[in-house]
């Protein structure tokens, strides 16, 4: 995989101009060991749970990435070192956190590419509550289910469509 997000929006203004690409803003770290990662979006909207992140991780990624709609809450954590682990497993190449995570060092080690707003010790809550494969909103730029996702070094990127 060889992209540079920079790039791609120099190759493709005229989807900037009219809003088939959009470029996230500025302020999500990065985590694991995979800074550049793309793939197809599976999104979900949470807040302050994780319980639908955990059975989606499960499922098999098919190489898609996990857009987590998270409120941009820094009260707790939506994504954490086993779910890290679970994601790596199952084939997922990414997770973009609208919101924290925790269990930085062990997120670290794994082979996928991670985005969060920031990290947070305290653990989310367990009680099934959001939607999945909804269309979100990420930082003011909308994302639906299977728009590609575009991340590394200088920014994450939503195209609605596969960019060459």
């Not at 909207?45 to 409120?71: M, P, Q």
């Not at 990414?94 to 997120?107: A, F, K």
Request: with cysteine.
């Amino acid at each position: 995989m060889t992209f540079a997000t920079t790039d791609l929006c120099d190759d493709n203004e005229p989807m900037l101009d009219d809003g088939r690409l959009a470029v996230l803003p500025p302020g999500y770290r990065h985590f694991g060991k995979h800074t550049r990662f793309c793939g197809r979006a599976t999104t979900l909207k949470v807040f302050e749970d994780n319980a639908l992140v955990r059975s989606t991780l499960e499922t098999v990624g098919h190489g898609n990435v996990l857009v987590i709609d998270g409120g941009a809450s820094l009260r707790r954590a939506l994504v954490g070192g086993k779910l890290g682990v679970l994601a790596q497993e199952n084939g997922w190449a990414g997770i973009v956190v609208d919101g924290c995570i925790r269990d930085s060092d062990e997120i670290d080690a794994c082979e996928i590419g991670v985005r969060a707003l920031a990290v947070h010790p305290r653990k989310s809550s367990k009680a099934g509550a959001g939607e999945r494969n909804v269309r979100v909103c990420i930082g003011g730029v909308f994302v639906e289910p299977g728009d590609w996702i575009y991340a590394d070094a200088d920014g994450i990127l939503v195209a609605r469509e596969e960019l060459a």
